[in-house]
């Protein structure tokens, strides 16, 4: 059953989708994320899966890390594979890849500690896992036949082992003053496929919701307890082409962090390097529908690494917003 988390008088909602029902009854369960998706673009997740207590560790870890000084924080800075201390205008960021739970990078952003650097890669896999079983339900919600895999359609392009833009960043916004109507991080769409988001305490995050509610531009998305938050990025996008959208988002500067800083942690979610991104085999989407969808060049499709490279050197060229949360 979906319940309203986030509502205005004017309508415009962030439903909660409880996931127990992905194993009861995916039917269901994938009918009420693809709703959610078109209207709004972002669902909470009850019942998803991954250990609350796992979660309060993570926080924990984040927040001792951030705690530190700024020359011990600046030790290891972020470098070109996109891993590391990212010192950001109104945020502070760790970031930690697939590839890199086991180096150095990660054992310092837990100060040495063995245990914690693998909780960080338990946490890690957890997360991972839940994006696919939610790849999975709109594989089923998409109606992509079982000549083509059906519910485990994306499954090939989300493998673990494999490379990819995959992410999970540890975010500080640090206890400061502010103008509330002014953006910590601004407008923005997520460049993966999916982004899990997990807030503490103090929320922050905005939803543009005007595409379905012309009246009311913008949505805030509560913190919710024991809930991950989900939202479509932009591969979601490419393969259904605008079926479903990559809904921008932008984080706000909270009163309360006058007195507190604010913790969140996101997952970004990226499809494999190699994976093409080009209409999937959907009812949904129609020949006219496929006859629009862009070319990166003559022939061929963008693949996800392709799409990530680009994405990032805008934001670097234009000095565009990244995927704050």
Known sequence: MITTSAKDTAGPTIPVVDFSLFASDPKECARQVLEASQNIGFFYLKNHGVPQDLIDRMFKDSEAFFQQSLQNKTAHLIGPHNLGYSPMKSERAYNVRKYSINDDSTSYF????????????????????????????????????????????????????????????????????????????????????????????????????????????????????????????????????????????RVMYNPQQLTSSRYSIACFIHANDTTTLDPIPSPLITQEMRAEAVEFEEGRHMNAKEYLDFRLQRSYVYNLPVEGK
């Open 110 to 249: 837990v100060r040495g500690d063995k245990t914690e650097q693998q909780k960080v890669g338990i946490f890690y896999r957890e997360l991972h896992k839940l994006a696919v079983n939610v790849m999975q339900c709109f594989a089923i919600a998409l109606q992509v036949p079982e000549s083509a895999q059906g519910r485990h359609y994306f499954d090939k392009s989300h493998v673990w082992e494999e490379s990819s833009g995959t992410t999970l960043r540890f975010l500080h916004y640090p206890q400061q003053s502010g103008d509330p109507s002014t953006p910590l991080a601004g407008s923005h769409t997520d460049y993966g496929s999916i982004t899990l988001l997990m807030q503490k305490d103090i929320a922050g995050l905005e939803v543009q919701a005007s595409r379905v509610h012309k009246n009311v531009p913008w949505v805030a998305a509560p913190v919710i307890p024991d809930t991950i938050l989900v939202n479509i990025a932009d591969h979601l996008q490419m393969w259904t082409n605008g079926l479903l959208k990559s809904t921008m988002h």
